[in-house]
């Protein structure tokens, strides 16, 4: 997803180019500028839901292990050891 956000973000910057410098109608200025911040609004989507995810599986991560702590202090204690 990420790398058609990014194609899509290029073409973007080719049509606004493009419709800068006339060098030909392939793209109308409008149409250039709403491709490239559409697909930017896209690139930023995509790169924020990546943040949360690893975000997320960090969060999961440090529950897991504090019940593993805390699953090895409860069995230390029926032990008697410390």
Do not use: P
């Not at 194609?7 to 109608?25: E, R, Y």
């Not at 896209?42 to 805390?70: N, P």
């Amino acid at each position: 997803m990420l790398v058609w956000c990014s194609v899509l973000f290029v073409l973007g910057i080719f049509a606004f180019v493009d419709s800068i410098f006339n060098m030909g109608d392939i793209f109308r200025q409008v149409n250039s500028v709403m491709f490239m911040l559409i697909s930017l609004g896209l690139l930023i989507r995509t790169t924020t839901k990546a943040r949360t995810k690893m975000k997320e599986h960090y969060e999961k991560r440090i529950f897991d292990l504090e019940c593993q702590v805390k699953a090895l202090e409860s069995h230390r204690e029926k032990l008697g050891i410390g």
